[in-house]
C-alpha cells in the first residue's frame, strides 16, 4: 500500500470492547495473568510490551518497509541502544558531522567502553573505503546531515559496508519515511528521531529504530536494550505519535514545498554567503539528493549570512513569523543558530542559521525572510 495509506492505517485495529475507531490509550503498566502464570492477553509489564507502543512501531516497520521496529523515548535512546549493541574493540566509521551528540558519545564514553570511531567526510566515498578496519562492524550514515545537509549515497556506504562484512544504519531523521527509505537502498537499520517530523507539532520526544531483518543481530541487540535496558516512550507518546503519523505524507511534503522556496529566495540574497539546500541545483550532493530521496527535499534549508554569528543573529533577531527555536520538523517554522548550542569543535560555521520550515502560507514565510533582510 501507498504511504498516505500506511500512515492512517498500519497498526490500527478497532478496539473490541466499544469498537471504537481512534486508538485508546493503554495506561496500565501490568496486565492480568492466568491461574498457571500465563499471560492472557499476550502483554505482562509495560516495559517489556505495550499496546500502543506495539501500534506504533507496527506502523513505523510498514512506514519505512521494515520487518519490526522498537520506539524509544528519543532519538538519543535509540542511537545508543544500537551502538550498546556493538562490543568493546568493534569499530564504527561516522560522518565528520554526525549529529553532535552521537559525536560527543562516539568520542567519550563509548571510548572509554572500547569501541573504536572513525570519523570521515561521507560525501566522499573513497574516505569511507579507506577507513575500513578488519574489525568495523558498522557504518553509520545521516543524510541530510544536521544541520550541514551533506548528502551521503546510501547505496554506495552499504556496498561498502556489506563488503567489510559491516551493517550500516542510517539516520534519516531529516528525510522521514515519506522523502526517503534507507532500507530499499541497502542499509539494515534506519534511525529517526520521532521528536521531528514523525511527531510534527513539537510536543513530543522520542525515537525509533527499524529494521529490514527483525533476526538481524544488531536489531536484537536493539530490542534487548529497549526492553531490558528501559528507554522507552510512554503509552501516551505512543499514541500521540501514531496520531501525528496520520497527517506525515502530507506534512512532510508541504514542507519541503516551502523549504525549497525560500532557499530558492535566499539564494538570490546579496546578504547571504551560501544557502546549504539538497533541492537546489548548487548543493553538491543534488544528483545524489534526487537519486535516493522521492517527493522533495526536506523541510530543513541552511542558510550562511556574510559577516559571522554576529550579522546572522542580527538578522534572526528581525524575524517575527518564524521562530527562534532550536529543532525542528514542527508545524512552525523555526530558526536555529546551531553554532550557538553545539560544541566550540563542532563543524558548523558560525555564521550558519537553520531554518525549519512549517505549513504556513509561503508568501508569509517570503515576506518575513525579506522584510528581515532589509531591516
Ligand atoms: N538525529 C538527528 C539527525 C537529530 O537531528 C536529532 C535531534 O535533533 C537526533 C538524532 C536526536 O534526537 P532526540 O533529540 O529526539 O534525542
Redesign the pocket.
Known sequence: MKIETQAVHAGRKIESQFRAVATPIYLSTVYERGEDGGRLSGYLYARDENPNRQALEECLAALEGGAAAAAFS????A?MAVLQSLKPGDHVIAPQDV?Y??ALFLRGTFTIWGLESSFVDMTDTAQIRNAVRPNTKLVWT?TPS?PLLRITDIEAAASIAHEAGATVVC?S??ASPVLQNPLALGAELV?H????YLGGHSDL???AIVARDAEHPLFAGVRKMQQNGGGVPSAFDCWLLLRSIQTLPYRVRAQAANALRIAEFLEKQPAVERVRYPGLKSHPGHAIAAKQMKGGFGGLVSVQIKGGAKEALAFAAQLKLITRAT??GGVHSNVDHRKSVEPPDSKTPENLLRFSMGLEHVDDLLADVERALSA
Open positions: 528519543s532519538g538519543q535512546a542511537s549529529f551528540e552521537t545521516e544536521n539516520d531523521t531529516l534511525l528521531s520521532t521528536t521531528k520526544t522520542g525515537g529543532s525542528l
